[in-house]
């Protein structure tokens, strides 16, 4: 038998990681506002771990949850044995169903079929068949690779089997898709106040654990924290400030990308006030670009001499966000 599912697009968002240029795709598949979700939550996490080591990340994204808000229901399936896994992804791509399943491309690489050899989970879309032929339909939406091909059925459920993200209970296979009950779903006025409502919890949240600092408390947090860096030995500063400029570069993108999910809530729930705030989101944006700059160059060059000007940014970003963060409060409630 042979399925192959047409109209599966790519992703033109190069700042997108690959879970979130998979879930882009699957949503313009279903004509969905994929730009919308992916913005949808604004947070900010500062996990302090074991003091040399810490994360900061854009957002804590309840995926389910958010994907509910449009009507979307998200499956996520698993399996210990390849074959049982791989009899399910086939009944659903039977039904229209395009599947995303994460790949280790370390087989693929050995193949030709993926650039650089190393081990790395990837997400794809798997979207047709052919049992003749023993093959698999993959599709890498990827804005930098992209790519739609037939690869072995063998070497596919190689990689599937080396991904090192399992399911419930350590399960070796995992597959998830969306359920949409129509084509063209909107987000709904009520849905969106929501999701605004919950982004001023989140913001405004206080985590509770001493190593862990969340929403505007978090950004003051890493700005205080960065005045000590000074106190470090440079090869320790230059390493803090290169993963900074790693982790910071998502803030500022995510930043980016909810100035534009404020513009069309604002239209959605007939809130003009938005609008001002997405300028806000544009300006703030700007400013952790800068502060990612800042900790590259610092990683690069000299260190100690721009730790001052990072904590003195992020102090001012950290004031940004708590104005933005009581202009919402105002528009909301």
């Not at 949409?180 to 009520?190: F, H, I, N």
């Not at 609008?275 to 900790?295: H, M, P, T, Y």
Request: overall charge negative.
């Amino acid at each position: 038998m042979k399925k192959l599912i047409d109209g599966v697009p790519f992703c033109p968002h190069r700042h997108y990681n690959c879970v979130y240029v998979v879930l882009d795709s699957l949503l313009r598949f279903y004509e969905c506002e994929p730009s919308v979700l992916c913005f949808a939550q604004w947070d900010f996490v500062y996990c302090r771990e074991q003091g040399e080591q810490f994360t900061i990340q854009g957002r804590i994204m309840p995926l389910p949850e958010t994907l509910k808000a449009f009507g979307i229901a998200l499956s996520i399936r698993s399996a210990d044995d390849g074959q049982s896994a791989w009899d399910d992804v086939k009944k659903r791509i039977d039904a229209e169903t395009p599947v995303a399943i994460s790949l280790d491309v370390f087989p693929l690489a050995q193949a030709g079929l993926y650039p650089r050899l190393r081990h790395s989970d990837h997400q794809y879309i798997v979207a047709g068949y052919d049992d003749e032929a023993a093959t698999v339909h993959v599709v890498d939406p990827s804005p930098w690779q992209p790519s739609a091909r037939s690869i072995p059925l063998e070497l596919f459920l190689a990689s599937w089997d080396m991904s090192a993200i399992v399911g419930e209970g350590e399960e070796r296979y995992n597959w998830s898709c969306l359920e949409v009950p129509r084509r063209g779903l909107v987000l709904r006025a009520e849905a969106a106040r929501a999701l605004l409502q919950r982004n001023l919890r989140s913001m405004s949240a206080s985590s509770g654990q001493a190593h862990l600092v969340v929403g505007v408390e978090g950004v003051e947090q890493l700005a205080a924290d960065v005045g000590t860096w000074t106190e470090s030995e440079e090869p320790v500063r230059k390493e803090r400030l290169g993963r900074c400029a790693e982790l910071l570069l998502e803030v500022a993108l995510l930043r980016e990308g909810h100035g534009r999910f404020l513009h069309h809530v604002a239209q959605v729930c007939q809130l003009p006030r938005l609008n001002d705030l997405s300028r806000e989101f544009a300006s703030i944006s700007q400013g952790w670009f800068v502060v990612k700059n800042l900790c590259f160059k610092g990683a690069v060059k000299d260190a100690a001499g721009v730790l001052p000007r990072i904590q003195a940014r992020l102090h001012t970003l950290a004031g940004q966000e708590r104005t933005a963060l009581a202009a919402l409060a105002e528009i909301v409630d």
